[in-house]
């Protein structure tokens, strides 16, 4: 194989269309569970936790970018009151 060898491992997942008989063929990644996934089995991200990580993944987009964190606190603080609410 050309290239990176390293970085061509197929992902250790088994397609559900072929009854759980046939590899995923997806390049795969190592995971901390010491397997290797590809983007689609690997698991989605579940963002951000913490106030803190809210208010810097927040910072990151373009209508945010001029806000101050006070202003980003209480504007996630409004956000999370109304989505309680309903």
Do not use: D
């Not at 491992?9 to 063929?25: A, D, G, L, M």
């Not at 390049?27 to 579940?46: D, E, Q």
């Not at 945010?64 to 996630?76: A, C, G, H, M, V």
């Amino acid at each position: 194989m050309v290239g990176r060898p390293l970085q061509k491992i197929p992902c250790e997942s088994f397609t559900r269309s072929s009854n759980y008989t046939v590899q995923c063929k997806c390049k795969g990644k190592l995971m901390k569970s010491g397997k290797f996934r590809c983007k689609f089995h690997g698991g989605a991200s579940t963002g951000a936790t913490s106030f803190e990580g809210k208010i810097k993944a927040y910072k990151n987009l373009k209508q945010f970018k001029n806000y101050s964190e006070e202003q980003l606190r209480e504007w996630i603080k409004n956000k999370l009151e109304k989505s309680s609410s309903s």
